[in-house]
T-cell receptor
Framework: GAGVSQSPSNKVTEKGKDVELRCDPI?????LYWYRQSLGQGLEFLIY????????KSGLPSDRFSAERTGGSVSTLTIQRTQQEDSAVYLC??????????????FGPGTRLTVT | AQSVAQPEDQVNVAEGNPLTVKCTYS??????LFWYVQYPNRGLQFLLK??????LVKGSYGFEAEFNKSQTSFHLKKPSALVSDSALYFC??????????????FGAGTRLFVKA
């Protein structure tokens, strides 16, 4: 595909349920980021993958949050036992680390998560 | 601590007037600086970046930004604002990550309103 894709676009879940959010980055981009944005506010860094290096998980708000990136491509963000404060738009971005566009992040459309 | 700050929550300008959206940063080493824009109901888009070289960088939609090392600033500017420039603007900086690599952190965002 031409850009970063995320699925689902919207997710409504009940408090206490687990959810999985998916991100398909741009092919060839070695860096992948997850952010959270609440109500049109700022971006909260969650986790960062770069190539085969250990991910930087310093932004994950609790141990209910985890993420994987398989084969250096697709990433899944999992939230266990969702809480109402987890409601937000979850954004994924990918970035090349060299060449044209180096370090520029290309964002997906986001997944809007609502926990009821 | 490494950080990026956008001191203004909101900037109001009249169409045709010049606009400035402020950004200051605190990083160790040479900064990599970015501006992104989020139009209503649309995804985040890259505007411009400073890595090295000329302190004045030009980007999309007629925007430019000036890197000022002594003031640790990277203000976004446009000579003549358009109503269609109304959006949420984010400054970002690449900082050292927790796993030996680098990650990008974002400011809180500045909402720009351009009045006709």
């Amino acid at each position: 595909g031409a850009g970063v894709s995320q699925s689902p676009s919207n997710k409504v879940t009940e408090k206490g349920k687990d959810v999985e959010l998916r991100c398909d980055p741009i092919s060839g981009h070695t860096a992948l980021y997850w952010y959270r944005q609440s109500l049109g506010q700022g971006l909260e860094f969650l986790i960062y993958f770069q190539g085969n290096s250990a991910p930087d998980k310093s932004g994950l708000p609790s141990d209910r949050f985890s993420a994987e990136r398989t084969g250096g491509s697709v990433s899944t963000l999992t939230i266990q036992r969702t809480q109402q404060e987890d409601s937000a738009v979850y954004l994924c971005a990918s970035s090349p680390q060299s060449g044209v566009g180096a370090y520029e992040q290309y964002f997906g459309p986001g997944t809007r998560l609502t926990v009821t | 601590a490494q950080s990026v700050a956008q001191p203004e929550d909101q900037v109001n300008v009249a169409e045709g007037n010049p606009l400035t959206v402020k950004c200051t940063y605190s990083v160790s080493g040479n900064p990599y600086l970015f501006w992104y824009v989020q139009y209503p109901n649309r995804g985040l888009q890259f505007l411009l970046k400073y890595i090295t070289g000329d302190n004045l960088v030009k980007g999309s939609y007629g925007f430019e930004a000036e890197f000022n090392k002594s003031q640790t600033s990277f203000h976004l500017k446009k000579p003549s604002a358009l109503v269609s420039d109304s959006a949420l603007y984010f400054c970002a900086v690449r900082v050292s990550g927790n796993t030996g690599g680098f990650k990008t952190i974002f400011g809180a965002g500045t909402r720009l309103f351009v009045k006709a």
